[in-house]
């Protein structure tokens, strides 16, 4: 039987590999040290409750925080839930049913698990203002104050955008809602694990990450809740046992901590020298392809980006038939945040990408096990598949004939 063929993982920004030695550090924690962690009386509970504040200790450690201002949520989805459904409903300006409850900025890259909070947040009576990036995808600060009110309560803003990447003027919005005593909230999910943070410096009040984009397993992440100037209170989403300082009931995940924690732990120790090994990677990618085709363009500002993310657009083909013709490759299209559904990203829309060059991108994510190696082949079956599907394209000639196509029309044809 033949070998399978060797994929080419490129997909880490939908989730990465857990790292052995995380997998390692959880093993313990199913079937030995098996107690839960809110047993008070015995030492199968107290052992679980000392792996789990180890594990917040990491945490804590990573965002430069305390311990106690971490909450562990199942993932940045909840996270971002808790944080913006929390803070709105604690801060509101006036009870359910009354005009306006308050005011709550946002913008329209975000990820859905920021988005479709608001949008439920606008049913229940607040105002949302949705900002809009420049067409290098960057949402500054200088929009975050023209968009300031007199009732505005909280402002969430990613740190870095997971389909292109970019990186928005964060520690510069966390300072001015910490002049305006606005609460500002960051889905750090694409930034920490990867780049430096220190809730301090920064100025940040609520931040979401999770445990699968950081080599750590899936259904567990962290909410980063202030606790001094200003302490930050949420109401919270889940009522119960009281657990997580009452902001998220439920019986912990103790595996799951335990491995989210030491996956921080790995991260923070591997820092600068990752950083600089995955933007030569990354770099690679933004230079090679457009140097070995035309009508090729790399989506988003060319530099203010996290070294791990790139999202490339190939003129005159389609991103799915793209896809296929690099079938040894894991990577995403740029229509696939809207999974099944063939609509173009509507991040890339958002930076005034049109649709075609929106329907043709591929975004390429970098992570630890991402070798210099399988960087070249992705280039090289790129650039083949992309040629191959071009010498199938009559628009493809067209333009290369030097026809503006947008001038066309097609009716007569
Ligand atoms: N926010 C961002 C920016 C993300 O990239 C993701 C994952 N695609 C999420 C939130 C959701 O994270 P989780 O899978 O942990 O719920």
Not at 62 to 88: D, H, M, V, Y
Not at 331 to 340: E, P
Not at 351 to 362: C, I, N, P
Request: glycine content about 8%; hydrophobic content about 40%; aromatic content about 6%.
């Amino acid at each position: 039987m033949a070998a399978p063929t060797k994929l080419t993982y490129l997909d880490n920004a939908a989730t990465t590999r857990c790292d052995p030695r995380v997998v390692e550090a959880m093993l313990p924690y199913f079937s030995d040290v098996y107690g839960n962690a809110g047993s008070r009386n015995h030492r199968f509970g107290w052992e679980a409750e000392d792996a789990i504040e180890i594990a917040r200790e990491q945490a804590a450690v990573l965002l430069t925080a305390q311990p106690k201002e971490i909450i562990f949520t199942s993932g940045a989805t909840e996270s971002n839930n808790l944080a913006i459904r929390g803070a709105a409903n604690m801060y509101a300006k006036s009870p359910a049913g009354s005009s306006s409850r308050g005011h709550i900025i946002t913008n329209i890259i975000e990820h859905k698990a920021v988005l479709d909070p608001c949008n439920r947040l606008i049913r229940e009576g607040f105002e949302v203002t949705f900002l809009e990036p420049g067409h290098d995808g960057i949402i500054t600060c200088a929009a975050v104050e023209a968009a300031m009110r007199a009732d505005t309560i909280l402002v969430s803003v990613m740190w870095a955008n997971n389909e292109i990447g970019t990186i928005n003027e964060v520690p510069a919005i966390g300072a001015l809602c910490h002049a305006r005593n606005v609460l500002f909230h960051t889905d750090a999910t694409q930034w920490a694990g990867k780049m430096p943070v220190d809730v301090e410096r920064d100025q940040i009040d609520l931040l979401s990450w999770s445990s699968h984009k950081i080599y750590g397993p899936k259904g567990v992440g962290g909410l980063y809740v202030r606790r001094r100037k200003p302490r930050v209170r949420l109401e919270a989403m889940i009522d119960g046992g009281g657990q997580e300082r009452g902001m998220r009931s439920g019986t912990q995940n103790v595996a799951g901590i335990v491995g989210f924690g030491k996956a921080c732990e790995l991260c923070f120790a591997s820092g600068d020298s990752e950083r600089a090994r995955l933007l030569a990677l990354r770099k690679k990618l933004d230079t090679a392809l457009p140097a070995a085709m035309e009508a090729v363009q790399v989506n988003g500002h060319p530099d203010r980006r996290v070294p791990h993310i790139t999202n490339i657009s190939f003129g005159f083909v389609e991103g799915e038939s793209l896809m296929m013709g690099i079938s040894d490759i894991a990577c995403s299209s740029g229509s696939a945040c809207t999974s099944a559904s063939l609509e173009p990203s509507y991040v890339l829309k958002g930076l005034g990408v049109g649709d075609e060059m929106a329907h043709s991108s591929l975004r390429l994510s970098l992570g630890r096990w991402t070798t210099e190696a399988e960087v070249d082949h992705a280039i090289s079956a790129i650039t083949k598949a992309v040629n191959h599907l071009r010498a199938m394209s009559p628009l493809y000639d067209l333009w290369k004939e030097g026809i503006d196509l947008s001038k066309i029309d097609w009716q007569s044809h």
